[in-house]
């Protein structure tokens, strides 16, 4: 029996996809939400490995905005995140030292996925979907994915994939959507991964049980150690090695493993040569095509096409996990409290 012609779908189940599903389905529509990846994630996606479970995206998120705080707070009473990092370092060209300001980060524990595995439960998820092309007929809107599936009909549209992606997927359907996801540049992050037999040196003038640094000189931006995330104690020592986007940019198309080598010397760099490690036992890289907008759109943090069609995510809002989050949310809210909008074209 084909869905009720009410229902929405959203595509992408990255947490803004998320957001905006939990608030539709709390409101009482029939949502479906697809995503090309075998769950749901995204850019909070987590790799195990033995011994290991690495983050490769978002490392930690802030909560700079009240609705996201008082969702966050459930998320704490849960045990679902925790505080972290508390052991911040930065390294730049006087060497290490603490970094203190005024953001408390978080973290899901034990791995940044299990977050958005907990926001997708209850809901209805086709994953391993990648939606290649949309259609509006008289009885709303139907998707095709790469399995030559036909979804639908569906009277709302949401599509929560970077602007890039969702640029392809509306260019044929909606103008004004295609040129606003044009003004959005999406920058990319080369992720390198660590594990170790035996936990790091110990350094000279750091804390022994560092978690995480921000760096200020050649290819890295930030190191974190997967590990010393909360509840993951039983783990073997692992690094993640973010790349800044310049570097990332120039180093998109080399081989992986090439990447994994220059980011793994980069890091070794900044220790001093009494305090390097034995080698890794796995050394390894991920691309991360879009990683974070360089700029968002200005405007209500998601934009609006004509008959139902809408974009969210980060690229509307801000570059960080709680943008996202709230992107996906005020599109599902404008939604419910506007449901007469869709004819008319509002872009960010
Ligand atoms: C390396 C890295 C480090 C970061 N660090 C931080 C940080 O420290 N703090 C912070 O707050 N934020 C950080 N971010 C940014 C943060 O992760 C993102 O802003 C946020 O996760 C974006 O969520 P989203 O739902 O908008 O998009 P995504 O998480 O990208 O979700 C989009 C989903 O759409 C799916 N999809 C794409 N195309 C299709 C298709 N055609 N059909 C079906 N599905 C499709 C994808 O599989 C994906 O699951 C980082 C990101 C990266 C990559």
């Known amino acids: 029996m084909p869905p009720p012609s009410s229902s929405i779908a959203v595509i992408g189940a990255g947490i803004a996809g998320l957001s905006c599903a939990r608030t539709l ?30 983050d490769l995206g978002a490392q930690y998120f802030t909560a700079r905005d009240p609705a996201f705080q008082a969702e966050l707070a459930g998320w704490l009473d849960r045990g679902l995140v925790k505080r972290w990092p508390t052991s911040l370092w930065r390294i730049d060209a006087q ?11 978080y973290c899901a524990t034990p791995r940044m996925s299990a ?10 998820l086709t994953a391993g979907a990648r939606i290649l092309g949309l259609e509006r007929l008289l009885d709303g809107w139907f998707l095709e994915d790469d399995q030559q599936r036909r979804h639908g009909p569906f009277r709302r549209v949401a599509i929560s994939v970077p602007a890039p992606q969702a640029e392809a997927l509306v260019a044929t359907q909606d103008d004004t959507l295609a040129e606003a996801c044009r003004g959005i540049e999406q920058s990319p992050c080369w992720a390198g991964y660590a594990l170790f037999d035996a936990p790091l040196p110990d350094l000279p003038g750091v ?9 200020n000189a050649g290819p890295l931006r930030f190191v974190s150690r997967n590990h010393l995330k909360p509840g993951r104690d039983k ?7 973010l790349a800044t986007a310049e570097w990332s940019q120039a180093w998109l198309e080399q081989p992986a493993e090439q990447v994994a080598d220059a980011l793994y010397m980069a890091f070794l760099e900044q220790l001093p040569a009494n305090a390097l490690p034995a080698a890794p036992r796995l050394l390894a890289a991920h691309r991360w095509r879009y990683a974070q907008p360089l700029s968002a759109a200005p405007g209500p943090g998601f934009c609006l096409g004509a008959h139902g069609l809408a974009l969210c995510g980060d690229g ?27 004819q008319q074209a509002v872009t960010g």
């Not at 783990?235 to 090695?241: D, I, P």
């Open 316 to 342: 509307w809002l801000g570059p960080r996990v709680e943008d996202a989050w709230c992107s996906g949310r005020r599109l599902a809210q404008h939604w419910l409290t506007q449901p007469g909008s869709d």
């Open 95 to 105: 060497g290490w030292q603490p970094h203190r300001d005024d953001h408390p980060r």
């Open 115 to 124: 977050l958005t595995r907990h926001l997708a439960e209850g809901l209805t």
């Open 235 to 241: 783990q073997g020592e692992s690094l993640t090695l």
């Open 25 to 54: 389905r709390a409101a009482g529509h029939a949502v479906t939400l697809f995503d090309k990846g075998r769950g749901p994630g995204g850019r909070l996606s987590s790799r195990r490995a033995p011994g290991a479970i690495v």
């Open 207 to 215: 804390a022994r049980d560092w978690q995480a640094a921000f760096v």
